[in-house]
């Protein structure tokens, strides 16, 4: 097996700024491919939606702190957070659950160039297995431990139904994975050692449409004043 992603938090990093490290990556990977060398605090705050205090003791946890006058440096910049989140190797990444939502993260094309590998793509479903995906062949879930085993799979992403998730994660864990994304609208029970991402897409679609909801009211309610002000 390939050595586990290092955890940020254990260097003493806070979780706030871990979830932020990626949006700054991103930003400054659009900074690299339209050549700019630089980039202030300031600049790569607006970029990613975090003030600029905030942004420079985040960075300051990497050890970073710029050059007054000048700025970041953007190129070392990246290879300070992508080394920080264990990008600087590959990952083997297997999927679990090859329906739409597992074919569409099988093709997206996003992954290879940010240190993740679509090692395998595993399903239950007799039509599903066998099937080409994205240059691989659908494994049978059967198979799982000894994918784990021969592709070195870090990480695990779990796109099955829910009534599945929980036995797809205990075969995880038992087999010494420990880094797990969990697409299926379901909790996952896990060991204190073993890291879970949920995506819920259900949730933030909710979370929208609160916020739809409260702008609606503030519009109305705008709308009402102007009608007594008349």
Wanted: charged fraction near 20%.
């Amino acid at each position: 097996m390939t050595s586990r992603p290092s955890r940020p938090r254990d260097r003493g990093i806070p979780e706030a700024t871990v979830a932020r490290l990626p949006l700054y990556l991103r930003a400054l990977q659009g900074l690299s491919e339209r050549g700019i060398p630089t980039v202030s605090s300031g600049e790569l705050a607006a970029a990613t939606g975090v003030n600029s205090a905030k942004l420079r003791k985040d960075l300051s946890h990497l050890g970073s702190y710029g050059t007054r006058g000048v700025g970041y440096d953007v190129e070392y910049l990246i290879y300070q957070i992508s080394r920080e989140l264990g990008l600087t190797q590959d990952w083997s990444v297997a999927i679990i659950g090859v329906g739409n939502l597992g074919r569409a993260l099988a093709n997206y094309g996003g992954f290879g160039t940010r240190g993740f590998r679509i090692a395998a793509l595993l399903d239950a479903a007799p039509e599903v297995v066998g099937r080409r995906v994205a240059g691989l062949t659908v494994r049978h879930i059967d198979s799982l431990e000894d994918v784990v085993s021969n592709e070195d799979v870090s990480i695990g992403v779990i796109a099955t139904p829910a009534k599945a998730a929980q036995g797809v994660c205990d075969r995880l864990i038992a087999v010494g994975v420990t880094s797990i994304l969990n697409f299926a609208p379901v909790v996952l029970n896990v060991p204190d050692h073993v890291d879970v991402r949920k995506v819920d897409l259900s949730i933030e679609l909710q979370i929208l449409a609160f916020h739809e909801q409260r702008k609606s009211a503030g519009r109305q309610g705008s709308d009402w004043v102007d009608v007594l002000d008349a």
